[in-house]
């Protein structure tokens, strides 16, 4: 009786035990995996926005010198178109020649320096789009490399499912007791049933099982 007892309590705590182990090394596991890819994540984050930062100060430094650059080429063209249009009126006014001849170069020069500048603005506008969609396209790659880091939930052991093992080694102690302790002591010598009663159990037969197997849980 001793040594049943001993190795059912033996058991059960053994059972509980672990259960108990199997949920605290569960848990401790899943909060490294949670600390470690959470520090993956902001390593990740820290270092797309510093290469944002430095990818977005080039784009501004290159549009600062295209716009630099398109402005001396108007600036040379309107310079150019203005000596121009100066040396036509002083050759023609020292020559007599006046009228609509020499208005009609006049035009045309407004009007060659009127294309060659506005040929500069859209080549800096296409430059500038280019820049902006390479500015939007650095910013979706970030994103998508910050987001690819960023780890879904982490799987954890259930505290319910250790407490339903815990209680179920402890029941099951306890059965085992109440059968050991005398569960089928009401039984008939002549097998589970009665001489008058064939195929039924005895008003005693199991007597001992309901008083001591479950005698704390009915």
Same mark, same amino acid.
């Given at each position: 009786m001793c040594d049943f007892a001993t190795a059912a309590a033996v058991m059960a705590i053994g059972q509980a035990g672990s259960a108990v182990y199997n949920f $605290? !090394?569960?848990?401790?596991a899943a909060n490294a995996q949670g600390d470690f890819a959470a520090k993956r994540a902001q390593a990740v984050a820290e270092a797309t926005r510093d290469d944002l930062v430095s990818r977005y &100060? &080039?784009? #501004?430094? /290159?549009?600062? !010198?295209?716009?630099? #650059? #398109? &402005?001396?080429?108007?600036?040379?063209? &309107? /310079? $150019? #178109?203005? $000596?121009? /249009?100066?040396?036509? $009126?002083?050759t023609s006014g020292a020559a007599g020649v006046e009228g609509t001849s020499v208005d009609s170069v006049l035009r045309d020069f407004e009007y060659q320096e009127s294309i060659r500048i506005e040929a500069v603005e859209s080549d800096l506008a296409s430059t500038e789009e280019n820049l902006k969609m390479q500015g939007e396209s650095y910013a979706a790659e970030g994103k998508n490399r910050i987001e690819a880091n960023i780890s879904g939930p982490i799987a954890r052991p259930s505290l319910f499912g250790a407490l339903i093992q815990v209680g179920g080694a402890f029941l099951g102690y306890k059965l085992a007791m109440g059968i050991q302790g005398g569960g089928l002591a009401g039984t008939t010598s002549a097998g589970t049933t009665s001489a008058g009663s064939a195929g039924t159990v005895s008003s005693g037969g199991f007597q001992g099982f309901d008083s001591a197997g479950f005698g704390g849980y009915l």
């Open positions: $605290a !090394e569960g848990t401790i &100060s &080039s784009l #501004a430094k /290159r549009g600062v !010198e295209e716009r630099k #650059a #398109a &402005s001396m080429q108007i600036a040379q063209i &309107s /310079r $150019a #178109a203005m $000596a121009a /249009r100066g040396e036509i $009126a002083a």
